[in-house]
């Protein structure tokens, strides 16, 4: 082969290549940051990351100023070229990022094969590189040649391309994380910088940090560094300065130099709105990260750091002289005297902002729940106490953020109701103490709290049930009549508001229970069908026997009467027997999927079943009377009292559909 069919010549050693190439990242953010980083020292203003999910590649294309072939060997090719030696800055400007000469190697970390395209607008070179060879070539005497391939950019369109393929892994990400990482890795990202990065097509912006909307308070080392744009933090509040000089020891003895930190440190309302990539305090250097995440390293108060986030710039941890960056190039030397002293800086800002935060975190949920009228209103004629413990439940309500304003209210109402309960049962220890007649004041007011409370109990027991009632009134038949196979008999309000909770004595469940088997056994085949259940219940008062019969079962009102003659004989023959302490007071219900035959006398049927103290009720009538007994429950209780208002004027503060 001769020279010239050889343009392109890489010097390396396996060694190295394992270190800093195949071993250097595992994370393809991190891969794609020191691409853009590149892209950045060569003074590009658009990076464009595509992925190819077929395929699958990536490809980033710069419009940087490309590499001649002069270049490529001795830049690119040469592993550990040290620019910086040469210049600091970039022909445009820019602080270079670049410093080792190794970053280019990351790639070979998720992808097999690197192929690099380039136009320095005098000329087009294209070459493939690949690990396997590269490995080959290390251990057969250290020199590659990379391949030579087509050029995909045009002369004219100065710039470089490099593409990954054979990824070790699919790039199953999603393109948004990617974005929030990459964003999170750059401060240089934007039109500020005149430096442009989109993925798929779309370009990366401080937005993609999404924590600034989240954010509450904000402190910031020295004044507020421009780099970050907080008015994207609508919630913001410039909280406080931190102190921003971080004074370094000369190795060589003298007086400590002092350097400048900017940044901030900001909180969120709740933990959930940082992941676990914004939940860090970054530290860069150069526009660009060097340290990952330095809130690990200041070891207290768990909770508290949950909800931070924040960014720390130090340029002067990189510059010209000794490297603090370690060659896994996540993290700075740990031990580096600049770094030990940033991080006392940071760290104090951190312990100081500690208990600010958990003032001012109060201070503000007291100040929303109090914004509502009703609630202010309430709390105002609260004593002093009760105001103390209403503040931390406020902050907790506040701090939990809820998206529905309904939720939130009905925090609200419950902590209100609790908090009167809790009061009726100061007042209720007092009242061992009455013995004048000045303290029968008390009892009355005693009396009106409880009537209150009752009051609302109810009729929020009242409003749960209209609700379900509704539920049934939508229901086609089968679904009805599977409803009330189901829930009919243990909530037998349904039948009638006053049957609360039935309240049966298991042990005459089961002696009833047995007598009504000895019934069931002689029912014929058609009344067998017809029937879903029979129970017996005790409402408050009386014995209730409900009969529940299939939707389209056809029932005749004199067998109907004989059927449920038997079970009520029974029922009393058991309670004359062995529960004389029982109420005697038997009442039958039938549940009906239609009236009964003969339908043309429905009065003479009634008075029949009526004989025996029983009555039948369709399934249609069973839904329409529930609801007309609740409503009118509700809409004769047009005003009750103080704590009712309170409580209407609370959902109204919350655009809640007021009460009837
Ligand atoms: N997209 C690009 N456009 C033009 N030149 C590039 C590009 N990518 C790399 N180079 C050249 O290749 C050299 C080596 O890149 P590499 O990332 O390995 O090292 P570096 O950027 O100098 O230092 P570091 O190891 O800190 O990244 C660069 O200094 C640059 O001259
Ligand atoms: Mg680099």
């Not at 061992?432 to 109810?458: C, K, P, Q, S």
């Amino acid at each position: 082969m001769t020279h010239d069919d050889r343009p392109f010549q890489m010097t390396i050693s396996l060694d190295v290549l394992q270190h800093l190439g195949i071993g250097l990242y595992s994370n393809i953010p991190a891969v794609l940051s020191e691409l853009v980083a590149n892209a950045w020292d060569a003074d590009a203003s658009r990076v464009r990351i595509d992925f190819d999910h077929q395929t699958p590649s990536i490809r980033i294309r710069d419009d940087g100023h490309g590499m001649s072939l002069h270049d490529i060997n001795s830049k690119f090719l040469t592993v550990g070229y040290k620019r910086r030696l040469q210049h600091a800055e970039t022909p445009d400007g820019r602080t270079v990022m670049g410093r080792k000469g190794i970053g280019k190697l990351a790639a070979f970390s998720i992808a097999d094969t690197v192929d690099v395209h380039t136009s320095d607008g005098e000329s087009v070179h294209a070459f493939r590189m690949n690990t396997r060879d590269i490995e080959e070539a290390a251990r057969t005497g250290g020199n590659y040649f990379p391949e030579p391939i087509d050029c995909l950019v045009e002369e004219s369109d100065r710039g470089t391309l490099i593409r990954l393929t054979d990824l070790r892994k699919r790039p199953s990400w999603a393109a948004d994380h990617l974005r929030r990482r990459l964003a999170r890795r750059f401060s240089v990202i934007g039109e500020k910088h005149g430096f442009d990065v989109s993925i798929d097509g779309d370009p990366i912006t401080l937005d993609d940090r999404d924590y600034f909307n989240d954010m509450e308070f904000i402190w910031y080392f020295g004044d507020p560094a421009d780099d970050w744009d907080f008015s994207r933090a609508p919630s913001g509040d410039g909280a406080g300065v931190l102190p921003n000089v971080v004074p370094i020891l000369p190795p060589n003895g003298g007086p400590p130099v002092e350097h400048a930190i900017r940044g901030f440190i900001g909180t969120v309302r709740k933990p959930s709105q940082l992941d676990d990539v914004n939940n860090a305090v970054v530290l860069s250097a150069r526009g660009r990260l060097i340290h990952e995440d330095m809130l690990p390293e200041y070891r207290q108060a768990r909770v508290y750091t949950e909800y931070v986030v924040g960014e720390v710039i130090a340029d002067f941890l990189d510059d010209d002289n000794d490297d603090i960056i370690t060659s896994g190039r996540q993290r700075v030397q740990q031990d580096d005297a600049r770094y030990v002293a940033v991080k006392t800086v940071v760290n104090q800002a951190l312990h100081s902002i500690r208990d600010e935060w958990d003032r001012k975190r109060k201070q503000a949920g007291v100040q929303r729940a109090l914004e509502y009228p009703s609630v202010k209103a309430w709390y105002e004629r609260r004593g002093p106490d009760t105001q103390r413990t209403a503040k931390r439940l406020f902050v907790k309500i506040e701090a939990l953020r809820l998206d529905e304003d309904e939720r939130k209210y009905e925090l609200y109402r419950a902590s209100i109701l609790a908090f009167e309960k809790l009061a009726l049962k100061d007042m209720l220890s007092a009242l061992d103490h009455v013995e004048t007649v000045g303290d029968f004041d008390l009892l009355a007011r005693l009396m009106t709290g409880v009537d209150e409370i009752e009051a609302t109990r109810y009729r929020d027991i009242v409003e749960g049930r209209l609700k379900v009632i509704q539920a049934l009134r939508n229901l086609v038949p089968n679904a009805l009549e599977r409803a009330l196979q189901e829930h009919l008999f243990n909530h037998l309000w349904l039948l009638h508001p006053s049957w609360e909770r039935a309240a049966t004595v298991p042990r005459m469940e089961e002696t009833v229970g047995a007598e009504f088997e000895k019934i069931d056994a002689g029912l014929s085949e058609e009344e067998r069908r017809g029937r879903i259940d029979i129970r017996f219940q005790t409402v408050p008062g009386k014995h209730v026997i409900v009969e529940l019969k299939r939707y389209d079962a056809r029932v005749n009102a004199a067998d109907l009467v004989k059927q449920l003659q038997k079970y009520r004989r029974a029922l009393q023959k058991c309670l004359r027997d062995k529960y004389q302490g029982e109420p005697r007071d038997v009442e039958c219900v039938a549940v009906l999927g239609a009236a009964p035959t003969p339908q043309d006398d429905p009065e003479g049927n009634r008075r029949i079943l009526d004989a025996i103290g029983a009555r039948y009720v369709t399934y249609d009538e069973l839904v329409q009377q529930a609801e007309a007994s609740y409503d009118d429950y509700l809409k004769a209780r047009t005003h009750a009292s103080d704590l009712d208002d309170l409580l209407t004027a609370l959902a109204h503060d919350f655009g809640i559909d007021g009460k009837p």
